[in-house]
């Protein structure tokens, strides 16, 4: 039981302080909680973690160099992600606030109106993201080398487990956070920031499309 445990904390510790780095989804989660609220930010960061997750149970559980065949895959799951990151981004820097009064409508709509329009969103930034199944890797590489976890499939589940609850907290957290600030910062600012949100997305989407067309998908961005 220990052990499980022990699985289970390491795991949330590694989601938790993985998620932290400014990339397209903390961003997209940062503009959308000052534009639309608590419900649409936390969606997109959870649609990035389920993402996440999925290249971490890949490489957790063996399934790297299957993967690794389909050539095809990578590229067009990466110019489409590319595409929306930059869409995302121009639409942030074209409008980037909207009126209090619809953020106080949009936070009363039913979950299921937020899930079908911020979800996908997040799920298609993380799963373009090619460098994630290469840092699922090196984490695991560093975590069998030094016997942090047990290697039983009941303890990679656990820890897996743990790496998707870390980082569901950190995109709460986050969103809790500015969601709130928004009521405390003047619209100016929200507009500078958002802004500022909307032309680094369409550089990370640049980027993304054109790893996708002659580079290499190696680099991480979270």
Not at 137 to 160: K, M, Y
């Amino acid at each position: 039981m220990s052990n499980m445990i022990e699985a289970l904390f390491i795991g949330f510790v590694t989601g938790f302080f993985l998620s932290i780095p400014i990339g397209p989804i903390n961003l997209a989660v940062i503009n959308e909680a000052f534009r639309k609220g608590f419900a649409r930010a936390v969606l997109i960061g959870l649609g990035g973690v389920v993402a996440d997750t999925f290249y971490c149970a890949t490489a957790f559980l063996g399934f790297s160099p299957l993967l690794s065949k389909i050539k095809f895959l990578w590229p067009s799951l990466q110019f489409i992600g590319g595409i929306v990151v930059f869409v995302i981004g121009i639409r942030y820097s074209i409008n980037p606030i909207i009126d209090p009064s619809s953020i106080e409508e949009s936070s009363e709509m039913k979950i299921g109106q937020h899930f079908t329009k911020a979800f996908p969103i997040g799920f298609v930034m993380g799963i373009s993201n090619l460098g994630l199944f290469i840092l699922w890797g090196g984490v695991n590489a560093i975590f069998v080398s030094h016997g942090w976890i047990e290697p039983s499939i009941e303890a990679i589940l656990i820890c897996i487990l743990g790496i998707f609850i870390g980082s569901s907290s950190w995109f709460v957290l986050i969103s809790f956070l500015v969601a709130r600030m928004h009521r405390q910062i003047s619209s100016e600012i929200i507009s500078k920031i958002t802004r500022t949100g909307g032309f680094l997305l369409v550089v990370f989407g640049l980027i993304l499309c054109y790893r996708s067309l002659f580079g290499s998908p190696s680099t991480h961005f979270f």
